[in-house]
């Protein structure tokens, strides 16, 4: 018996194998929509798996102004930031903030998505997210993929 066949090999930078793929976010759910791209930034739907590698895949989102959210959540859910001063927390509802910039509110799903340490910020950076139909990824040759295939 070859014992050499059983070896279990692990994927590392070099040999992670990344893609472009393109999602239209027109008429998904952000919470959906935003679990289906963090799996895909992560790259758990692959075989060769491995998580302490950014072998995922790198992800366009498109339309991000014409994603839906449920129940009340345009009118209540708040985004909060701080100045650094006393007295500097600003907030925005969801509606503020989709009017003024789309690509935020789908950008801070995903990254809520992804681990909190230095591997999550690394694969963050594979995100690119626009609020209409363009974006400057064409030399790439991303393929189109829909939300509903990936499990």
Known sequence: MDTTSFKTTYVNKET????WVIIDASDEILGRLASKAAKMLRG????NFSPHVDCGD????????KI??????????????HSGYPGGQRSRN???TMDLKPEF???NAVRGMLPKNRLGRQMFRNLYVYAGKEHPHE??????????TIK
Do not use: F, H
């Open 16 to 19: 992670a194998t990344k893609e």
């Open 44 to 47: 758990k739907y692959k075989p």
């Open 58 to 65: 790198n992800v366009i989102i498109i339309n991000a102004d």
């Open 68 to 81: 839906r959210v449920t129940g009340r959540k345009l009118s209540e859910k708040e985004y909060i930031r």
């Open 94 to 96: 969801m509606q503020e």
């Open 105 to 107: 509110i789908v950008e």
């Open 139 to 148: 030399g790439q040759k991303p393929k189109e993929i829909k939300l509903n």
